[in-house]
Structures are given as structure tokens and as C-alpha cells.
């Protein structure tokens, strides 16, 4: 699998760094243009994200179990300061039944793959949000509040 495109001698993404540092305490490399945040991820937020992805490829989720563990992510009703908590409170548990119902369907023999599936989500609940938006965003749109963003995002929809 390719990380980076189809050239061999780009230079390696911070996705591509951090999966491909050798040893569990390894910092990624540094990139060839000037990393401007305040400091690279420590080598526990690295193995987080490493293992959350590790578990995602060994289960090979699918296009509609990615969809519905979005939908399960995506409908939190914990956010502070979210209104209509109990109608998206409703939509993440409508996702998490379709994930169920799915997972019954397509995935017979597998009676664990729906609890194997939610050992992904709280995988990814336990990533640290301003490591994420450190690591992959900071160099596309600098230092923007991500909760200020996808608010004005959602807003500007409306």
C-alpha cells in the first residue's frame, strides 16, 4: 500500500512518517519545510493513532460499516454546549442499530465483528482531537480552532 501517490520521490506525507518510525518511541522524521506548530505528538499520541489504524486494516471495514461508524462518531450528543441533544442522541443510536443489523447480515460467522467494530470507536475516542488537527490539518489551514471551523462550516449550510 502506498501512502504518498504514485512518485517515488515525493516527499513522505506526516501520515506516512508517523506509520513508518521505527521504534515505538521514535518521533517522526522532521519534514523537508518547517513544521510550524508548537511541538511534534509525543511517541503515546503516535502508537494511538498507529493502533487505530492497525485495527482498522485488520478488520477490513467496509464502505457501509465505514459509513454507519461515521454516522455513530459524527451524531455524538456528549458535545458541550449541543442543543437537541435527545434528536442526535437518536440518530447515533439509528446508526449504531444499522452497524448491528449489518454487521448480523453480511458477517454470519463472525458474532464478535460488531463488538470488534466498537473496539475501533473507542480506539479513536481515545485520540487526542488537537494531535489530529496538529498533525493533519495545522499544514493545510493553519492554526484554526477545528470546533470554530466545522461550526462555521455546518452554519454556512444552513
Known amino acids: ?40 505528538p509525543s511517541a503515546g499520541h503516535i502508537q494511538a493513532i498507529k493502533g487505530f489504524l492497525a485495527k482498522c486494516w485488520s478488520l477490513d471495514i ?32 439509528e446508526a449504531q442499530q444499522a452497524l448491528n443489523e449489518h454487521v448480523r447480515l453480511i458477517h454470519r460467522g463472525d458474532e464478535a465483528r460488531f463488538a470488534k467494530l466498537n473496539v475501533v470507536l473507542s480506539l479513536l475516542r481515545s485520540i487526542n482531537a488537537n494531535v ?16 470554530d471551523m466545522l461550526l462555521e462550516m455546518l452554519c454556512a449550510k444552513l
Open 132 to 147: 489530529v488537527a496538529e498533525l493533519f490539518f495545522r499544514p493545510i489551514i493553519g492554526a484554526v480552532n477545528m470546533d
Open 62 to 93: 467496509s464502505t457501509k460499516e465505514y459509513a454507519y461508524l461515521k454516522g455513530t462518531v459524527l451524531f455524538n450528543p456528549d458535545l458541550p454546549g449541543l442543543q437537541c441533544t435527545q434528536y442526535i442522541e437518536g440518530l447515533q443510536r
Open 1 to 40: 500500500m502506498r501512502l504518498n501517490g504514485d512518485e517515488e520521490n515525493a516527499e513522505p506525507s506526516m501520515l506516512q512518517r508517523i506509520l513508518t518510525a521505527r521504534q515505538q518511541g521514535e518521533q517522526p522524521p522532521p519534514a523537508g519545510r518547517q513544521h510550524h506548530g508548537p511541538h511534534l
